[in-house]
C-alpha cells in the first residue's frame, strides 16, 4: 500500500486531502502526485464536510437542478443536493428538488445517458461534480455530452482541480495547485519522469490506483 500524508483546506479546516509522491500514470496525463479521495468519497462525515465546503461557492441565484457526478462521488453529491437546497439556491424541476444521478460511459469513453436518466439532464440547469481534474479534457467531454442531450452546465465543482476554467466555466474548487505546489502533470508522451528513467508508481483513474510490483 502507498504511504499517504494529509493537506489540510485552509479555508475548510475539517476538510483534508491525501496524497502521495510518484509517478502515476492516468487516462488523459502523467502525475507525480496521487490524491486518494477514497474515504471523502464513501465516509459519511468526511463527504458531508466535503459537500458543506462546495456548497459554499453557489449563491441563491444560482439554478441547479440536477447533479451529475462523475469519479463516484454520488455520496457527496447528494450531500452537496441537500445543501444547495438549505441554502436557498433555486430548482426549476416539477417537485423543486435536485435530481443526482451519474452517467455512464461506452468503449471510447464517452458519457452518455440512457432513456431514463435523459429527462434529468434535458433543458436542466447541470452542475457537474467531480473528485479531481488535472487537464480538463474529461469535464469538457462532461459539457459537450451534457449539451448533446439538451442540459445547460451552470456550475463545475471538483475537490482538486489544476485548472481554473473551463469553455468559459470557472471551476470550483476546494483544493488547486497552491495546495500542492510542486504538482505536476505531463501529456503521456512528453513525460519529464519518463524521460528520467522514472518508474511507473501505480496505474490512476477516478475509481483507484493498481500500483505496479
Same mark, same amino acid.
Given at each position: 500500500?502507498?504511504?499517504?500524508?494529509?493537506? @489540510?483546506s485552509?479555508?475548510?479546516?475539517?476538510v483534508?486531502?491525501?496524497?502521495?509522491?510518484?509517478?502515476?500514470?492516468?487516462?488523459?496525463?502523467?502525475?507525480?502526485y @496521487?490524491?486518494?479521495?477514497?474515504?471523502m468519497? !464513501?465516509?459519511?462525515?468526511?463527504?458531508?464536510?466535503?459537500?458543506?465546503a462546495?456548497?459554499?461557492?453557489?449563491?441563491g441565484s444560482?439554478?441547479?437542478?440536477?447533479i451529475?457526478?462523475? +469519479?463516484? =462521488?454520488?455520496v457527496?453529491?447528494?450531500?452537496?443536493?441537500? +445543501?444547495?437546497?438549505?441554502?436557498?439556491?433555486?430548482?426549476?424541476?416539477?417537485?423543486k =428538488?435536485?435530481y443526482v444521478?451519474?452517467?455512464?460511459?461506452?468503449?471510447?469513453?464517452q458519457?452518455?445517458?440512457?432513456?431514463?436518466?435523459?429527462?434529468?439532464v434535458?433543458n436542466?440547469?447541470?452542475?457537474?461534480?467531480?473528485a !479531481?481534474t488535472?487537464?480538463g479534457?474529461?469535464?469538457?467531454?462532461?459539457?459537450?455530452?451534457i449539451?448533446?442531450?439538451?442540459?445547460?452546465?451552470t456550475?463545475? !465543482?471538483?475537490?482538486f482541480?489544476?485548472i481554473?476554467?473551463?469553455y468559459?466555466?470557472?471551476?470550483?474548487?476546494?483544493?488547486?495547485?497552491?495546495?500542492?505546489?510542486d504538482?505536476?502533470?505531463?501529456? !503521456?508522451?512528453?513525460?519529464?519522469?519518463c524521460?528520467?528513467?522514472?518508474?511507473?508508481?501505480?496505474?490512476?483513474?477516478g475509481?483507484? @490506483?493498481?500500483?505496479?510490483?
Open positions: 500500500m502507498l504511504q499517504y500524508s494529509k493537506i @489540510y485552509k479555508a475548510h479546516p475539517d483534508f486531502l491525501k496524497v502521495v509522491p510518484g509517478h502515476f500514470v492516468t487516462p488523459n496525463a502523467h502525475i507525480n @496521487y490524491i486518494d479521495m477514497t474515504t468519497k !464513501s465516509r459519511l462525515s468526511e463527504a458531508q464536510n466535503c459537500a458543506g462546495l456548497a459554499q461557492a453557489y449563491a444560482t439554478v441547479v437542478d440536477t451529475v457526478c462523475m +469519479d463516484g =462521488t454520488q457527496i453529491g447528494a450531500f452537496l443536493a441537500q +445543501d444547495l437546497t438549505r441554502a436557498g439556491v433555486l430548482s426549476m424541476n416539477q417537485h =428538488t435536485i444521478c451519474s452517467p455512464e460511459y461506452d468503449l471510447s469513453g458519457m452518455i445517458f440512457r432513456e431514463n436518466i435523459t429527462m434529468m434535458k436542466k440547469n447541470v452542475l457537474i461534480l467531480l !479531481s488535472t487537464t479534457t474529461s469535464v469538457a467531454k462532461a459539457i459537450e455530452s449539451q448533446y442531450y439538451g442540459g445547460k452546465v456550475g463545475i !465543482s471538483a475537490i482541480s489544476v481554473s476554467k473551463i468559459g466555466i470557472p471551476v470550483h474548487a476546494l483544493f488547486t495547485k497552491a495546495d500542492i505546489p504538482y505536476e502533470n505531463w501529456k !503521456s508522451d512528453h513525460c519529464e519522469l524521460e528520467k528513467g522514472v518508474p511507473v508508481t501505480a496505474i490512476a483513474n475509481f483507484g @490506483y493498481s500500483q505496479l510490483k
